[in-house]
């Protein structure tokens, strides 16, 4: 078969290692794989195999070809080659993620010489394809036999080569948030030259700033859906480093910026998440890089010593956060922790992918980080400042969203009430320890102000989902005191009774204002008596085994991404 000389000869050309064969050898090999690999087989892996090799001999091409990959990879004669040999590598893992001949790269471990390129690069640029590559070979039937990859991703303790990766990763979530910006720019106009000029009245002077054409908003739709570009794939490894390696997760939050005009690892993979789950309602794809990112979040901030870090100044920094669509959120120019720009992701994310048809999973996916961040302010005593009006808006919203629709979201799904319990939880936990974590006594009034404001809300929510009723008094249904819910319509039930008790006596309008609400709401912590609670603060970890479906569609999502990758080499 020609096919199968085509591919022997180029594997020995590349082995030969003379320019400039061995390159174009690569090249070859590349276009050749991406080309035999894209099209569609009946029985996948014996067809290919016929088709590269031959039945008779696969054992002995495809091990050759493994090892000269490899070999390439490691000691290549320039970093040009070793590229390409990774390129090589790329185009036959994401061509035949479906195929036994992914197996080969198991058998000769690719790890150590991907590592060795990695230190060896001094470009971020060049990190982007080892970097997807890896996520790959890690999640190769990774819940079918123990995967080499994955122990090795657990073993890991080079510092150095960690900080490449994380720059590398810096560097493509820069690229792929810039690709949104593309679409719509929203980066709010800074205090520049110009604005300096324009104040002084000498705006003739001032340089003329190029306009950037509006974008048509049918045509704008069409664009964001087709994102995040295939540079996503990145978050896969992403994921997996920071699941299996709790040096690279500390490095992750702790590494600053390269130079003083970048952003910081962690500040560029905040915000390309904040553009992702924006957007997420417009494509099953993005939904599912968001989710892989807010599990992601979810596993750094589980870990005790690095949730108490974020929640503390230590991480402060600016993150560039999307704000392509209202509601827009609040514009805050100063540096904040980084449990700050997680909550106001979270906040984001509720805003903006409300539908009827309601994605359960990624709303159950922004409860977690916001508990568990109050939970570790709690643990640790610290005041956070921050908007939480907006946090305790949003949260209701969300109720309320819940309330409306409750006759739908039952039909949708059984598994509606995994959202409430959280949901009502969140709140709750706030409303009995609020105080212990929000930075003022005016913070607290506030969220038992908008909680009034909702006593109605909360009843048809409660009647509408059949939880327990505070009001229940029959010996055979009597409910918990301490349940979510109970509380929750206790607080509010009792500031509306003494709100309408004053109306009643007419000591106020029947319109009242927020600070006459306020003035009762102070007075009536006299008589408030808030049900003990308990197991709020309880959360659960992230069960990756528990997970296995969703992360077998995320995989298959990069995989076809690689291959995009791959496409535009």
């Not at 206790?490 to 709100?499: M, N, P």
Request: glycine fraction near 4%; include cysteine.
């Amino acid at each position: 078969h020609e096919t199968q000389q085509l591919f022997r000869y180029a594997v020995q050309y590349a082995k030969f290692g003379k320019a400039p064969s061995d390159e174009v050898a690569l090249d070859t090999l590349t276009v050749f794989l991406g080309g035999v690999l894209a099209k569609r087989y009946t029985n996948p892996s014996s067809d290919i195999i016929t088709v590269l090799a031959g039945l008779d001999e696969v054992d002995t091409i495809f091990s050759d070809f493994a090892n000269a990959v490899e070999n390439l990879i490691r000691t290549g004669r320039s970093c040009e080659v070793r590229k390409k040999a990774i390129e090589v590598a790329l185009s036959l893992t994401s061509g035949a993620y479906q195929t036994s001949l992914v197996s080969y790269f198991t058998h000769r471990d690719l790890f150590p010489s991907l590592m060795k390129y990695v230190h060896d690069s001094d470009d971020s640029s060049r990190l982007f394809e080892p970097f997807i590559l890896l996520g790959l070979l890690v999640n190769y039937n990774k819940f079918e036999y123990r995967n080499p990859y994955r122990v090795r991703l657990e073993d890991f303790v080079n510092e150095s080569n960690i900080l490449n990766m994380l720059h590398g990763l810096r560097r493509a979530c820069t690229e792929s948030r810039d690709q949104y910006a593309a679409v719509i720019e929203d980066l709010p106009e800074g205090w520049n030259l110009s604005n300096a000029l324009n104040y002084i009245g000498l705006g003739i002077l001032a340089p003329i700033k190029a306009i950037t054409p509006v974008v048509a908003s049918e045509d704008s739709k069409g664009q964001f859906a087709n994102l995040p570009g295939p540079e996503a794939a990145v978050l896969l490894a992403t994921y997996d480093f920071v699941r299996a390696n709790k040096l690279f997760s500390y490095n992750l939050i702790a590494c600053p910026a390269e130079r003083k005009n970048l952003e910081s690892p962690h500040s560029a993979f905040l915000s390309f998440t904040s553009y992702i789950l924006h957007h997420a309602y417009r494509s099953d794809r993005a939904t599912l890089y968001g989710l892989l990112n807010l599990s992601t979040l979810r596993i750094i901030i589980e870990d005790q010593v690095l949730c108490k870090r974020i929640c503390s100044d230590e991480s402060s920094m600016h993150v560039r956060l999307c704000r392509q669509r209202q509601p827009f959120l609040p514009l805050v120019t100063s540096l904040r922790p980084a449990a700050c720009h997680i909550l106001d992701i979270t906040i984001d994310t509720i805003n903006h992918n409300l539908r009827r048809q309601l994605d359960l999973d990624l709303y159950i996916a922004c409860i977690h980080p916001i508990h568990r961040i109050i939970c570790c302010l709690l643990q640790n005593h610290t005041r956070l400042t921050y908007h939480w009006s907006l946090l305790w808006q949003s949260l209701l919203s969300l109720v309320r969203f819940l309330t409306t629709y409750s006759s739908g979201l039952t039909a949708q799904s059984s598994d509606v009430s995994t959202l409430l319990s959280p949901l009502i939880k969140v709140i709750a936990l706030s409303i009995t320890s609020g105080n212990s974590f929000l930075p003022t006594p005016a913070t607290y009034d506030d969220l038992i102000y908008k909680l009034v404001e909702n006593h109605s809300v909360l009843t048809r929510f409660q009647e509408a989902y059949h939880l327990p009723s505070p009001h229940t008094n029959t010996n055979n249904n009597n409910p918990d005191p301490s349940s979510p819910i109970t509380i929750l319509i206790t607080v509010s039930a009792h500031y509306h009774d003494i709100l309408e008790a004053e109306k009643q006596k007419g000591k106020m309008n029947k319109n009242l204002s927020p600070n006459e609400v306020s003035k009762v709401i102070r007075q009536g912590y006299e008589t408030l008596e808030i049900p003990p609670a308990e197991g709020l603060e309880g959360w659960e970890r992230w069960r990756e085994e528990e997970e296995r479906g969703f992360l077998k569609r995320v995989a298959r999502v990069a995989v076809e991404d690689g291959r995009r990758v791959v496409r535009k080499l």
